[in-house]
C-alpha cells in the first residue's frame, strides 16, 4: 500500500521457518486479495465446509456450516512476497516494527500456553472442530489429505486425547508436539514512538479461539499505512499516531468481551475460572485506557486517514 503510494520502502523479510496452517474466513481473503491486487490469490487452497463444536460441561456436539480457506503461512507469504517489486535505499524515516520483541511494556491476560502437534486423521476431511476440557480445550484442523493439525490449549494433546469426547475418534496417530506459545491476549503500550510504530504481533496478540488474528493484522497494517500517509499529507503525527492507538485498543477491547462470554461458556473448574479472571482484568484495564469515540478525530475512508 505505501509503495503504490509513491513511498520508498525497504522490508526486512523474516527467515523462512515451519509456520503452522490458519483458518481464513471471507472477509479477510477480500481483504488480501484486494491489497495484493490478485482475485485469485486463495486459488487452490482447500476449503472449511464445516464445524463440529462441543463447548462446556457435558455439552452435545453442534455441527454448524463453515467457511474458510485452510492457508499455510508459509504458502501465503510466498504468494504476496511474488508482488513485491524492489526496496528503497535512503534511510528510513519511519520504521513499522510488525513483530516481538517490540519497544514498550507488554500486558498480558492470561496464563494459557498453546501446543501444536501434527495428526494422522481417519477419514474426515476439509472440517474442523473444537472440544473443551476441565482445564483447556482443542481446535482440529482436517486438511484434504490424511493430516491435520492440532491446537492444544491448556495442556498437551495426549492428555486431552485421552478424556476427549470428539476429536480423539478422528485421528489415528498423533506427532510429538513442537514447544509452546503463550495464547492468552496481550497488549504493548506504547505502540507508538518518535520515528516508529508497531504493528500485528508486536502491537497486540489474540487468543486463537476468539480471534481473526490473521484479519486483525491486515486491519492494522491497513491503518498503519494510512497514518504514514496522513502524515505524509501534513496531518499533526502525534493526532493520527493517538487515534491509531485509540482504535487498536478498542479492537482488543472487543477481542476481550468476545473472549469472556465464550470461556463464561466453557467454565467446568479452577482452570476456567483462573483464566476468566485475568481476563476480566484485561476487561478492567482496557476500559480504563479506552478513549471515548467523540476523541476520535479520524475515520478510515478505504485505505485512507480523513478528518472526521
Request: proline share 5%.
Amino acid at each position: 500500500m505505501l509503495v503504490k503510494s509513491g513511498f520508498s520502502v525497504t522490508v526486512e523479510r523474516p527467515q523462512r521457518r515451519k509456520m503452522p496452517f490458519i483458518l481464513v474466513g471471507g472477509v479477510t481473503q477480500a481483504l488480501l486479495c484486494d491489497i495484493a491486487g490478485d482475485p485469485g490469490l486463495f486459488r487452490d487452497f482447500p476449503r472449511i465446509r464445516k464445524r463440529t463444536v462441543v463447548w462446556g460441561p457435558d455439552a452435545e456436539a453442534r455441527v454448524l456450516d463453515h467457511s474458510a480457506a485452510i492457508v499455510s503461512e508459509q504458502a501465503l507469504l510466498d504468494r504476496l512476497w511474488t508482488g513485491w517489486c524492489g526496496a528503497g535505499e535512503r534511510p528510513a524515516e519511519w520504521t513499522i516494527l510488525a513483530a516481538a520483541p517490540a519497544p514498550g511494556s507488554e500486558n498480558h491476560f492470561g496464563s494459557r500456553k498453546a501446543h501444536v502437534a501434527e495428526v494422522d486423521l481417519k477419514s474426515e476431511r476439509a472440517a474442523c472442530w473444537i472440544e473443551s476440557f476441565d482445564c483447556g480445550w482443542m481446535f482440529l484442523i482436517a486438511r484434504e489429505d490424511s493430516t491435520g493439525s492440532l491446537i492444544s490449549v491448556g495442556a498437551r494433546p495426549r492428555a486431552f486425547l485421552e478424556s476427549s469426547r470428539c476429536i480423539a475418534d478422528l485421528i489415528s496417530g498423533v506427532r510429538e508436539a513442537e514447544g509452546e506459545q503463550p495464547a492468552y491476549p496481550r497488549i504493548v503500550t506504547p505502540m507508538w514512538g518518535s520515528g516508529w510504530i508497531l504493528c500485528g504481533t508486536a502491537a497486540m496478540a489474540l487468543d486463537p479461539l476468539c480471534g481473526d488474528g490473521s484479519g486483525h493484522s491486515i486491519r492494522e497494517g491497513i491503518l498503519a499505512s494510512a497514518v504514514l500517509r496522513a502524515i505524509a499529507r501534513g496531518s499533526e503525527p502525534r493526532d493520527v499516531l493517538e487515534h491509531y492507538e485509540f482504535r487498536l485498543r478498542a479492537a482488543f477491547q472487543r477481542h476481550l468481551e468476545l473472549c469472556e462470554k465464550y470461556y463464561a461458556a466453557g467454565r467446568s473448574g479452577p482452570w476456567w475460572d483462573s483464566e476468566l479472571a485475568l481476563l476480566r482484568g484485561g476487561l478492567q484495564w482496557s476500559r480504563t485506557h479506552a478513549a471515548a469515540r467523540s476523541e476520535w478525530r479520524y475515520r478510515l475512508e478505504g485505505f485512507d486517514l480523513l478528518p472526521a
